[in-house]
Structures are given as C-alpha cells and as structure tokens.
C-alpha cells in the first residue's frame, strides 16, 4: 500500500497570504490528486494528475511535483479557502488519501 | 449537472446490516467507474471500494472485504454498497462518487451517515 503523508497538519494564515502545502508518497507515483473540503460539505476535487486544475477551480489554486514529492499552492487566500485539503493517490489499489492539511485563518 | 445523491444510512447494531444506495443523474451512469469513500466523525477519507463498468471489475480495501459488497444497476443509474457484520468501528459518513477517465474521484455526493452503535 502507498503511504501519503501531508505536512503541516495545521497552517494558520490570513486572508490575502499565499501558501504552500506538502504532500509525499511512499513511492514513486504519478496519479496524484487534491482535494478541498469545507466544514459540512463534501470533498471536491481542485487538482487531478498532479497539476492539472479540475472544471470551475479558479486559476490561484496550482499543483506541481513529480516521483514521491507533491505540492499544492494557493495565491491570495480568500475567505471561502479556509479549508482542509487532502492529497490522494490513484497510481495503485488501494487509493490512499493523505492526513489533510487545515487551513486555520490567522 | 452531475448529482450523486446517497440514501439508506441511519443507526444499526454491531453485528447488523445495512444497505446504501446513490442515485446518479446528469452523466451517463454506465460509462463510469464508481467507488465509495468514507469518512469517520472528525476524521479523514478512506476510498472502501469500486466498481468498473458493467460491474466487471471490483475491488475492496482489506478491512470490508468479505463484508461489503458493492454493486450497480445501470438501467437505474444506481450504485449500492451492501454491508454486513458491521461493527462500530464503520460509523462514518459515507459518500458514493464517480471515477473519472483516469481514476481521479472527479465528483462526491453529500453523503449519508452510517452509525453502528449498541
């Protein structure tokens, strides 16, 4: 089973601040997704195939990395992006998520 | 739009059984992959299983193989997950979602909670 782990699990920013999150497989991989979920609503998708943006995601939100090292960048953090936001993996069964990464406002 | 609405969650007894069921509009059912991802309270995702087209293919992850079965019905655009010998430890939410053309978990419904309690 391919182990993803996120890092940090908690970042407090403010509105307008730009961020970095951190996702690493256990093994090389190139299927790699992100998703975005909001208190009580379900998760969706933002990023697919590592950097590829999902329908309606707006351009702020970009995915980069390659073999074991993933990252997800948010420019100019709005209020509705304070979130939890999880990396998957679909390059092999089973298709594990990474622990989230919280985004608290500052 | 794609809409994927899940229904058949509630509170069952360890030991018991339950059936979940999602009913898919807004795509053409039969040319998706499906899977079920939950979630436990206050906790993150697990993908449990999918399903190919024309229920051709399925797989299960290690800790509900045996105990779930999760099937379709194309002519009712519909995707179940049947689950037996449920213990508490599955008391989660549960979502039905639709696999893309690469596998990527490209739409989620609002799920349906599943609590198993005594």
């Known amino acids: 089973e391919i182990v993803m782990t996120q890092s940090p699990a908690t970042l407090s920013v403010s509105p307008g601040d730009g961020v970095t999150l951190s996702c690493r497989a256990s093994q090389r991989i190139t299927n790699l997704a992100w998703f975005q979920q909001r208190p009580g609503q379900a998760p969706r998708l933002l990023i697919s195939d590592a950097s590829t943006r999902a329908t309606g995601i707006p351009d702020r939100f970009s995915g980069s990395g390659s073999g074991t090292d993933f990252t997800l960048n948010i420019g100019t953090l709005q209020s509705e992006d304070f979130a939890v936001y999880y990396c998957q993996q679909y390059e092999g069964w089973p298709f594990t998520f990474g622990p989230g990464t919280k985004l608290d406002i500052k | 739009q794609v809409r994927l609405v899940e229904s058949g969650g509630g509170l069952v007894k360890p030991g018991g059984s339950l059936r979940l069921s999602c009913a898919a509009t807004g795509f053409i059912f039969r040319d998706f992959y499906m899977s079920w991802v939950r979630q436990a309270p206050g906790k993150g995702l697990e993908i449990l299983a999918y399903i190919s087209t024309s229920g051709t293919y399925t797989e299960y992850i290690a800790s509900v193989e045996g105990r779930f079965t999760i099937s379709r019905r194309d002519d009712e655009k519909s995707l179940l997950l049947e689950m037996n010998s449920l213990r508490v430890e599955d008391t989660a939410l549960y979502y039905c979602?639709?696999?893309?053309?690469?596998?990527?978990?490209?739409?989620w419904g609002q799920g349906v909670l599943v609590t198993v309690s005594s």
């Open positions: 979602t639709r696999l893309g053309a690469a596998w990527e978990i490209d739409n």
